[in-house]
């Protein structure tokens, strides 16, 4: 059950989607998002899901992988879907008791929940197709000049990627616990909401403990391995834009460009 | 080979005792010498402070009294820090606590790109190291995803790739199946013949059958220093201290219980045989 979830996971691959620099595929999601957010009619987001698929099928990523993501937020979608349909004025098409769907209701729900979908689906985007120290990588030195002003962008990035490595780790871990004191009569998956979240106490001391364990004996390994902060580190793969980098990036803030105007004429 | 790999002058080291406690010596002037491109094994039963010995090599520990020093350079010297860890690698006993990448070759880059070095450097390096562990067609794997044998070879390979001139196996084949810990004795073989010098720390007797020089740690001091022949024929004085033998030895020793004329020394399967045939006819 624990290993369905596939946040921060990587397919790695040899696309032209996995080929740009990370700092490219970073710019591209906020261009997306800045996009997404711009976009009020159905062309736009015809647009929007046109980029979207076409980047999904560039990068060989199944949709499945893509709405699998989908699963950890569908209360969020399901819940902003009920809100707008039922709150939204206008001219009322369903009258049941005090509830009330608009035609306005219906289009804005459908909208917003395809904006959240999409939304989502950029960012997993991002996470499938480049590797968890590339994408810090990326952010680090996107973030580099942030420097100045005293915050500590390589340690925030280092933290990001270890924190990541470890998923995979500590969900293993979790299910082994889990088995343990399953073997020991504990029941999960009975009872009520206290029931289920007391059941949980058992899992998490041990979890938390090890996970300190585990901090402490890989602070001596990567100081064994000459650690020692940001300060004169270098890089197996050196961030350097390609001639795609550059056609990618025109792509994207054509899209925002071309999206604003459109929405701007009501499209 | 004038300069020695590692030597310890009345090493002495406790850990910062909690308050109101004395503090207790882990380690109780210990000296050794280890000359370079050499296989030393390291034993003593858990607590006896083989693995804080291990730690004061490439400075993670500092001593509290006494002296390490390490290829000429003392540990305790701060300006060197770099240098003798770059020197003297560490493979620890969870390689899932080594590994800091998700990607294999960016794990294994770890270190060089810690210490600076171009990027044509590191990628030569990286693919030596995993070349040297027999990794290098796993290099974009996860992981996560690997066995346990072949999560430690990664881990090695990331040792490796700071090309040092000393190795620190602490405890490495602890956690393995018996085909991992084959893999990490192979990759230690293979770095002896490169010249390598390989500190293994371990309670796997067995592994320590073919080191040049074995020293059993007990309560913090050296208790026995040699050859693996004149440690282990000393079959009570090690199980008085708590360890095992290799299984050859203990058949030896038992057999000379029972009256039989046998070399204590015979140690290989191989000597073992012809020894007991030798006897027998």
Redesign the interface.
């Known amino acids: 059950m624990l290993k369905d979830i596939t946040l921060g996971q990587y397919f790695p691959g040899d696309t032209p989607i996995h080929r740009l620099d990370p700092r490219t595929k970073i710019l591209l999601v906020v261009f997306y998002i800045v996009a997404l957010f711009n976009a009020s009619g159905f062309l736009t987001y015809g647009i929007m899901a046109a980029a979207l698929i076409t980047a999904q099928a560039l990068a060989r990523i199944r949709p499945s992988a893509l709405l699998k993501g989908m699963k950890p937020v569908i209360m969020i979608i399901v819940l902003t879907a009920v809100l707008n349909l039922f709150y939204t004025p206008g001219e009322v098409i369903f009258q049941f008791w005090i509830l009330k769907i608009t035609r306005e209701g219906v289009k804005t729900a459908f909208f917003m929940v395809l904006r959240i979908m999409m939304l989502i689906s950029c960012t997993f985007m991002l996470t499938y197709t480049t590797s968890p120290i590339s994408l810090t990588d990326g952010l680090e030195t996107l973030l580099s000049p942030l420097k100045r002003i005293g915050l500590p962008v390589h340690e925030l990035a280092m933290m990001m990627s270890i924190a990541l490595r470890f998923i995979p780790t500590l969900i293993e871990e979790t299910e082994k616990i889990m088995s343990a004191q399953k073997a020991r009569g504990a029941q999960f998956d009975t009872g009520g909401i206290i029931d289920k979240a007391k059941a949980m106490l058992p899992i998490l001391v041990p979890l938390f403990i090890s996970s300190f364990r585990r901090a402490d004996e890989l602070a001596v390994a990567m100081e064994a391995r000459c650690y020692h902060g940001g300060q004169g580190r270098t890089r197996l793969r050196e961030l350097r834009y390609a001639p795609g980098d550059f056609a990618a990036i025109g792509l994207g803030v054509g899209l925002v460009v071309l999206v604003i105007i459109l929405s701007r004429m009501g499209l | 080979m004038s300069e020695l790999c590692v030597k310890t002058e009345k090493l002495t080291f406790h850990y910062p005792p909690g308050e109101g406690e004395s503090p207790r010596d882990v380690l109780r002037e210990v000296d050794i010498e280890i000359a370079p491109g050499t296989f030393t094994v390291i034993l003593g039963h858990n607590g006896s402070g083989k693995s804080t010995l291990a730690?004061q090599l490439?400075a993670?520990l500092l001593p509290s009294g006494g002296s390490v020093t390490v290829f000429g350079m003392d540990t305790a010297d701060e300006k060197l820090l770099?240098d003798i860890?770059?020197r003297v690698?560490?493979v620890?006993q969870?390689p899932?606590?080594?590994?800091?990448?998700?990607?294999v070759?960016?794990d294994v880059?770890?270190?060089?790109?810690?210490?600076?070095?171009?990027?044509a450097e590191?990628?030569r390096r990286?693919d030596e190291a995993l070349k040297t562990v027999g990794m290098y067609d796993y290099r974009?794997?996860?992981?996560?995803l690997l066995s346990g044998g072949q999560k430690q070879r990664v881990?090695i390979a990331?040792?490796l790739a700071?090309e040092p001139q000393c190795v620190v196996f602490d405890e490495a084949t602890a956690m393995l199946d018996p085909g991992g810990r084959r893999d990490v004795i192979g990759i230690i073989n293979t770095l002896r013949q490169k010249g390598v010098t390989v500190i293994l720390i371990t309670h796997h007797m067995d592994e320590a059958v073919g080191a040049d020089k074995v020293i059993v740690m007990n309560d913090g001091r050296v208790a026995l220093e040699g050859t693996p022949r004149e440690v282990f024929r000393q079959v009570e004085n090690l199980k008085g201290m708590g360890l095992t033998v290799p299984d050859t030895a203990e058949l030896i020793w038992r057999l000379r219980q029972k009256g039989l004329e046998l070399d204590p020394e015979a140690l290989t399967v191989d000597e073992c045989a012809a020894e007991i045939a030798e006897a027998l006819r």
Do not use: K, Y
């Not at chain 2, 899932?96 to 990607?103: M, Y």
């Not at chain 2, 880059?109 to 990027?119: I, V």
């Not at chain 2, 974009?140 to 996560?144: D, F, Q, T, V």
């Open positions: 730690r490439n993670l770099l860890r770059r690698g560490m620890f969870n899932d606590n080594q590994i800091v990448s998700n990607v070759e960016e880059a770890f270190a060089p790109e810690n210490l600076g070095c171009p990027t590191i990628r990286v974009e794997h996860a992981p996560h881990a990331g040792v700071m």
